[in-house]
């Protein structure tokens, strides 16, 4: 593929090479490179998988908060940690690429953010913050990976647009209260699964669902 001459490639219209203006900074033991910040102008972000030959694993927390204009975010298969309102009220954010080397979202990462309509929760990651999609008003569907032990409260809540959830772990998840509580059907499903973990020890394995709601 071929670079237009503000980095985008000409076929996917996608950042070809990491985006300028992201604030990188090293740990304090010097072992890994986190994201800190955003101070530049694109709208399509693609971050570095590496900075100063070590590895990019965090998207710390409040990176890329309040950064309206931000449509699409591509994050690298080094980052394993999305921090503590990294995306918070990105409203234009429409596409975000989740990695499987993630293992967890941070309370309130993408909460505001309206612009997207679909998420998919990959299997590496196990823990889902509380309120880590909350208000994405235009949020339809999500995919939740089969690696998920723990969903935090009021994690999809005020989602008022969400008509589908597929929940792909055989063993259920920890849900906290008012996950779905945009839904009172998918909390009903919530509640449901809880009982049958409490009072029955399990749930049957075809507990993977896709739940499609005339709201």
Request: glycine residues 8%; aromatic residues 8%.
């Amino acid at each position: 593929h071929q670079a237009t001459d503000d980095g985008m490639c000409t076929v996917c219209d996608q950042p070809i090479g990491a985006t300028e203006g992201i604030v990188y900074d090293i740990s304090d033991d010097g072992t890994y490179a986190l994201v800190a910040g955003y101070s530049g102008t694109a709208t399509k972000i693609k971050i570095a998988d590496t900075y100063q030959g070590l590895p990019v694993t965090t998207i710390y927390d409040r990176a890329f908060k309040d950064k309206t204009t931000i449509t699409s975010v591509i994050i690298p298969d080094s980052v394993t940690s999305i921090g503590n309102y990294a995306f918070y009220y990105c409203s234009s954010l429409t596409s975000v690429v989740i990695p499987d080397s993630v293992t967890s979202i941070g309370d309130s990462a993408f909460s505001g953010c309206s612009g997207l309509t679909t998420v998919t929760i990959p299997d590496g990651v196990t823990t889902i913050e509380a309120h880590a999609f909350e208000n994405c008003s235009s949020l339809t569907s999500v995919t939740i990976g089969d690696g998920v032990t723990t969903i935090g409260m009021d994690v999809f809540n005020n989602c008022t647009s969400l008509t589908s959830a597929t929940v792909l772990p055989v063993t259920p998840p920890d849900i906290g209260i008012g996950c779905f509580a945009v839904s009172v059907l998918l909390l009903l499903l919530c509640l449901c699964v809880l009982f049958c973990v409490s009072h029955v020890g399990s749930f049957p394995p075809y507990w993977a669902i896709i739940i499609y709601l005339l709201c």
